[in-house]
């Protein structure tokens, strides 16, 4: 009953504390409900798909590289495996034994494993149209030339749909080096700054994008030239109506 109704990542937290100052822990309360029944090729199976929050068939043919995922996934779901289903096609564990297999996955298949999992999985995310999921989990595994190189690809895109906050979520999660590695990631991280209010920080980062034009290709340099005379504009724009407001 109480796995039913909880929802949240906040509300997990508490119930683990809640085992965990009690007699019986959350890792003794899922080994004995589902995980130790499973087979050591089964548990090497979910251990592996716990790198995304919901999975697809196809999904998991990619991370597992096991051909007869569907077949594995189809007896997890009848046998109490904790998975529910979103759509036809869509899986997801319950939030608190995602933890639990999250944590059991560091420990069976290693950082290492992990990794080329999560990698496998972005990449099957992007291809298929989640390219929001592919980023963020690109930027959780730290693979921060493959974000970027999508952020890229995808610049116009989410600017577009007003996705403004997601883009500085993203920005933020990248190491310093990787603006300056990739330009046009920080010449729209200006324009979503600017479109936010946030011109201190949409000078800085206007100040060193000019101070790179010599080092950048004519083409990126364009880009730049224009979108900082674009803020400068907007940012005008913007100023008069808070002014006329006042």
Not at 60 to 73: M, V
Not at 161 to 186: A, C, M, Q, T
Request: hydrophobic content about 40%; proline content about 2%.
């Amino acid at each position: 009953f109480v796995l039913n109704h909880i929802k949240n990542e906040h509300e997990v937290d508490v119930f683990i504390d809640d085992l965990e100052q009690g007699n019986k822990s959350l890792a003794t309360y899922f080994s004995e409900k589902s995980y130790n029944e499973q087979t050591d090729d089964y548990k090497d199976f979910i251990h592996k798909i716990s790198v995304v929050d919901e999975f697809h068939i196809s999904l998991c043919n990619d991370i597992t590289q096991d051909q007869s995922a569907h077949t594995k996934l189809s007896y997890l779901i009848k046998n109490n495996a904790f998975i529910t289903t979103i759509t036809h096609d869509y899986f997801k564990f319950h939030p608190l034994f995602l933890k639990f297999l999250r944590n059991k996955a560091k420990l069976e298949i290693g950082d290492f494993g992990i990794l080329d999992c999560s990698i496998r999985a972005a990449n099957w995310l992007y291809n298929n149209d989640k390219t929001t999921k592919a980023i963020e989990l690109a930027l959780k595994v730290g693979q921060f030339d493959i974000a970027s190189g999508w952020i890229v690809k995808e610049l116009d895109i989410f600017l577009k749909k007003g996705r403004h906050y997601d883009y500085i979520e993203w920005v933020n999660k990248l190491p310093l080096s990787f603006l300056d590695k990739y330009p046009l990631i920080r010449s729209n991280y200006m324009l979503v700054l600017c479109f936010t209010k946030q011109f201190n920080k949409m000078n800085e980062n206007a100040l060193i994008l000019l101070a790179q034009i010599p080092d950048t290709d004519e083409s990126t340099a364009d880009i730049i030239k224009r979108q900082t005379s674009l803020v400068a504009f907007v940012m005008s724009a913007l100023i008069d109506d808070i002014s006329g407001l006042n």
